[in-house]
């Protein structure tokens, strides 16, 4: 199935042999033509997830066997994969306590929805659903999962200066290792790693011309202490160099606690591997530090320009939850049973429209196999990380700007704090032998994870975004039919039954 994904190549508007790293990615990010956009999104689940429909049933069953068999004597120690799945987090009430983290969000996630609806409308007129749903290839990215991309159509003040350092990074002349090096002392003037030759030598940086390779971004621990690397084909624009910090995180937690028994060698839960990086992506990403560092030349520090600022932000961040979030909602539903094979498709886009508001571009159908054409699930790789990673992210910072005696959050940069930098050593250095509950503690004060940071952090924006849509009578929500938008299925099962119902009649028949 990763090798489906990794060498899927697509036409779209009559170009072909179209790879998704950086060609397919250009086009969702950048086109604005509805229809071309619809022929990249239709094309790439066509030439990935429906590719692997049967192979995906084999899997579950094959995956579920793996978490079976870890039986302990005779007793089993997991029912199912989804179970095998969520024990690093070592909660029996891991299933409810992301649902109530969701809940404490969803309003919040609700209003942007609408906010970006109401602007989108604008642009696509009556192309736009009227059950209040998003189409979901308009959104900037292939999965819809992240709306950065849109920024520039959605800017709530269009005057104030752009605050996308991109086109200031192609003019200075950034390529990928000056982008690496970049976020590589972000790190060390905390105080942490810099990394060593070999970490250089062995790393993927660009995609390399002379063979196929599967682009999405990842981190490897070769768990010999001194072997580390990153695979990324990295583009010169500011989402990579995130996606940079994101990786160096991961690369900076393996060093960290490499002189652990291999058994702890781990993230204390799996969302802490993934929010190490992001943490220091929220202070890279303010606009003083981005000034700091000669990438943002003329900020407007007014109200307006937070608002700017923060909606940026949260166009990738609070758009990102749901989809985090529902991503292993579907996965714990196939593995557990709840969601049988003819049911795929159906359940996905269930979980789609409830949660996201979006809504596919054409009708789907149970020969589609959309949740295929995201990397992690062709490639067996957990989601629930990243959800919890985006609550932590704000967690973290929230407390370690205390720490640095800085106040207003979104304000905050942790760059060159030793203070910081010596907790999240400490911290982080311990890997998964001290429970995470224990950790999230020693960072923030508290066991359990919060939206309430989150919240917090985007204050200014939740008030703006609530005044513009009374203004505009725009009312956040969408009622929308599933049945608008995948068939159902028992149609093949009415014939049969219809069928089988002749053939006994006409086997009774005979028999009389
Ligand atoms: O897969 C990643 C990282 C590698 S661990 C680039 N992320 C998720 C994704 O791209 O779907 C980071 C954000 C979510
Ligand atoms: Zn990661």
Redesign the pocket.
């Known amino acids: 199935m990763s090798s489906i994904y990794g060498k899927a190549k697509i036409c779209v508007a009559g170009k072909c042999n179209l790879t998704l790293e950086p060609d397919i990615t250009k086009i969702m990010t950048s086109e604005r033509n509805y229809d071309v956009l619809k022929e990249a999104w239709i094309n790439w689940r066509d030439a990935t997830g429906k590719q692997m429909r049967q192979m995906y049933t084999e899997y579950v069953q094959l995956a579920n066997y793996l978490a079976i068999s870890n039986s302990f004597g005779s007793i089993a120690v997991f029912l199912n994969y989804a179970d095998y799945w969520r024990f690093p987090y070592e909660d029996s009430y891991f299933k409810r306590n992301v649902e109530n983290l969701w809940e404490e969000m969803k309003a919040f996630y609700a209003d942007l929805h609408a906010y970006v609806r109401m602007k989108l409308r604008k642009i696509y007129g009556d192309k736009m659903p009227a059950d209040g749903t998003i189409p979901a290839h308009l959104l900037g990215n292939m999965?819809a999962?992240?709306w950065g991309n849109i920024y520039n159509e959605v800017v709530p003040y269009a005057d104030l200066p752009q605050i996308d350092v991109t086109s200031e990074m192609i003019k200075q002349g950034y390529d990928a290792m000056k982008m690496f090096k970049l976020s590589e002392k972000f790190f060390v003037d905390l105080g942490l790693n810099k990394m060593e030759d070999e970490f250089w030598k062995n790393s993927i940086i660009v995609k390399p011309e002379n063979r196929e390779l599967i682009c999405?971004?990842?981190?490897w621990d070769f768990s010999d202490g001194s072997d580390f690397r990153i695979k990324?084909c990295t583009d010169v624009n500011f989402h990579d160099l995130i996606?940079i910090h994101?990786?160096m995180g991961?690369i900076q937690y393996y060093q960290l606690y490499k002189d652990q028994p291999q058994v702890f060698r781990e993230g204390a839960n799996p969302g802490f591997h993934?929010a190490l990086g992001?943490l220091m992506g929220l202070s890279v990403s303010t606009p003083g530090h981005l000034k700091k560092i000669k990438l943002l030349n003329n900020f407007d520090e007014s109200d307006k320009g937070t608002i700017n600022f923060q909606l940026k932000l949260a166009l990738d961040k609070v758009a990102?939850m749901p989809f985090?979030y529902l991503i292993d909602l579907w996965r714990w539903g196939v593995f557990e049973g709840t969601t049988t094979k003819d049911q795929y498709t159906r359940k996905w886009w269930e979980l789609r429209i409830n949660y996201q508001g979006i809504s596919p571009p054409v009708k789907r159908s149970e020969n589609d196999f959309d949740p295929g054409g995201?990397?992690?699930v062709a490639a067996n790789?957990p989601?629930m990380s990243?959800f919890v990673?985006h609550i932590l992210q704000f967690q973290w910072h929230k407390a370690l700007c205390m720490l640095a005696k800085e106040t207003i959050l979104h304000k905050c940069d942790i760059d060159g704090n030793k203070e910081v930098g010596d907790k999240i050593r400490k911290v982080f250095s311990q890997g998964a032998s001290i429970p995470w509950q224990k950790q999230l503690e020693n960072l923030t004060d508290s066991a359990e994870m919060s939206a309430k940071p989150l919240l917090e952090y985007f204050t200014p924006l939740r008030e703006f975004l609530k005044k513009e849509l009374a203004a505009a009578n725009e009312k956040p929500g969408w009622t929308a039919s599933i049945d608008d938008y995948v068939e159902r299925n028992d149609t093949n099962c009415g014939n049969v039954s219809h069928n089988s119902l002749i053939l006994l009649l006409l086997v009774s028949a005979s028999l009389i």
Request: net charge negative; glycine share 4%.
């Open positions: 999965w999962q992240q999405h971004a990842s981190a990324m996606t994101h990786e991961h993934e992001d990102f985090g995201k990397y992690h790789s989601y990243y990673s």
